[in-house]
């Protein structure tokens, strides 16, 4: 849970390190992340700062990887490589 801050309730809570799989969804955001790194768009220490930056409630409700997204969003609009208009204007022809 690094990513709450060191968040006093949530020190003791043990972590599951137990394997699972991927879904495709996380495997394209790990994609996307990846290409963001590649092309310079987007550094691992963004993606963390995003996280980061989630209220605590959404945090613990959303999983590992749309945290990821949620970041990686919030990244690329806030550096204007797209607007909140394109992103649902793409979003409703999904």
Not at 4 to 10: I, R
Not at 41 to 55: F, K, N, T
Request: charged share 30%.
């Amino acid at each position: 849970m690094h990513d709450l801050g060191g968040v006093s309730a949530f020190l003791c809570e043990a972590v599951d390190t137990s394997p699972h799989a991927l879904d495709d969804f996380d495997r394209e955001v790990d994609a996307i992340r990846q290409i963001l790194g590649m092309k310079r768009v987007m550094s691992v220490d963004e993606l963390r700062r995003g996280i980061e930056a989630i209220p605590e409630a959404e945090y613990h409700r959303l999983s590992y990887y749309q945290r990821w997204i949620r970041s990686i969003t919030a990244n690329l609009l806030e550096k204007g490589v797209f607007t909140e208009a394109e992103l649902r204007a793409a979003l409703d022809d999904a």
